[in-house]
């Protein structure tokens, strides 16, 4: 039993390095204002494209298969047996749970907003959703989405 809070901590060491090398390449809002006032943030819609996106596992998964995996692991056997077991169940499971989390991702669309500034910028957004947006309107960019004017 003196091997379980050990195994205990290595866990959460595991799941804090593999929670920091987690990434979102979703959807991704390009923000960038200018400071040139009222003129920077209103324009007009130049194109309106449909975007296809995956988003990026977030090894939510793989940390807790992982998790699961060393508590079943060191169930089993007894001594070093214990501690290989342990890793083995670790590893086995953060492979399983990676590999569910992946299966459980699914295609995005979004939309891609061009925007000509009204001060000569042109301005990428990308948005889930247009609403009634068009080619041509007058819109206003706040927060980084495109809004119509």
Do not use: W
């Not at 449909?50 to 939510?60: D, L």
């Not at 995005?108 to 500034?117: A, D, F, K």
């Not at 042109?122 to 819109?139: A, E, T």
């Amino acid at each position: 039993m003196k091997s379980l809070p050990r195994i205990t901590a290595l866990m959460f060491v595991a799941a804090a390095v593999l929670g920091g090398c987690a990434s979102d390449r979703g959807v991704q809002q390009q923000t960038s204002y200018s400071t040139q006032g009222e003129a920077a943030t209103y324009g007009t819609i130049d194109s309106i494209q449909v975007v296809q996106t995956q988003s990026a596992n977030s090894g939510a998964g793989a940390v807790t298969g992982g998790l699961v995996g060393a508590l079943l692991g060191n169930q089993v056997g007894s001594g070093s047996g214990r501690t290989a077991a342990t890793v083995a169940g670790a590893v086995g499971g953060a492979v399983v749970g990676n590999q569910v989390e992946s299966n459980r991702k699914e295609a995005h669309t979004g939309y891609q907003i061009s925007v000509r500034m009204d001060n000569g910028d042109y301005r990428i957004v990308n948005q889930d959703s247009v609403y009634d947006l068009r080619v041509g309107n007058r819109v206003r960019l706040v927060d980084g989405r495109v809004y119509r004017y």
